[in-house]
């Protein structure tokens, strides 16, 4: 039934997550949520979702802090390294600190690529807000659909961020 009236709604603020066991996640980390719903480091493992970057570090079954942006990653080596070419494309997980242009065995996304600079490239990544489903492909190859691109920018003086937008509507991953 619809409401008559102003309701509480509760809210729960979406950066606390419970990590999965066997291993460490060091504060800076890419961070996967795997099919349990739990934190894990990322990699290139079957059936995770990338949810951002670990802000503390946390050992078996503590709680991460996870939090989504544009962060810095090192760049995967020769064939797999991202370039500047692919501004507004999506990466992928190599591994909890580097992407790469190509996808593994599984294609895990780590998010956007927002730049590629000497050091790294820069990627936006996490949700929520930024991945909104699981099912959108382009071209045949697994890729997030992107909406919160508002909250990414959209200004005229900004004109690398209107070519990302712009690239990723015209590959149909955000709406226009």
Not at 7 to 16: G, L, S, W, Y
Not at 115 to 124: A, H, L, T
Not at 139 to 162: C, H, L, M, R
Request: net charge negative.
């Amino acid at each position: 039934m619809a409401l008559s009236k102003n309701r509480k709604t509760n809210e729960r603020e979406a950066v606390h997550r419970q990590f999965e066991a066997a291993a460490t996640i060091y504060a800076g980390a890419l961070v996967a949520i795997n099919s349990d719903g739990k934190a894990v480091p990322a990699s290139d493992a079957s059936g995770l979702t990338v949810a951002g970057v670990a802000c503390n570090q946390v050992a078996s079954g503590g709680m991460v802090t996870v939090k989504s942006g544009c962060f810095h990653f090192k760049n995967s080596a020769s064939a797999a390294a991202v370039t500047a070419a692919k501004a507004g494309d999506v990466c992928y997980v190599a591994d909890d600190e580097k992407v790469s242009a190509t996808g593994g065995t599984n294609s895990v996304v780590a998010g956007v690529v927002y730049d590629v600079d000497s050091n790294g490239v820069w990627v936006i990544t996490g949700f929520p807000g930024n991945y909104a489903a699981k099912t959108h492909t382009h071209d045949g190859v697994y890729q997030p659909k992107i909406t919160a691109a508002s909250a990414i920018a959209d200004t005229e003086s900004d004109t690398t961020v209107n070519a990302i937008l712009a690239a990723l509507r015209a590959a149909g991953i955000i709406a226009g």
